[in-house]
């Protein structure tokens, strides 16, 4: 690699164990909100409860393994979780 490819920001440093012709994708999940009426529809109740409604999400990226949330309660769940898929 010759030194014109390299920006600024491509020097590998003792912080990062990235190397310059790598790249990293963060990718946050937070929060959904689901349509009360249409999730009661699909289940076929008139009103579920709030703890019957348990949700993860699953990510599935280029050449890396399988990722999920952890499972969440509720019409609005609040994941907070944060994927880094380096490549």
Request: proline content about 2%; aromatic content about 12%.
């Amino acid at each position: 690699m010759n030194d014109d490819a390299l920006s600024e920001f491509s020097y590998l440093t003792t912080e990062s164990d990235i190397l310059p012709l790598e790249n990293v994708l963060d990718l946050r999940v937070s929060e959904i909100e689901f349509e009360k009426s249409q999730i009661n529809d699909v289940l076929g109740m008139r009103e579920a409860l709030d703890n019957a409604i348990k949700t993860f999400v699953t990510l599935d990226f280029f050449n890396h393994d399988t990722r999920n949330t952890d499972m969440i309660t509720g019409y609005n769940p609040n994941f907070k979780t944060l994927f880094s898929f380096k490549n």
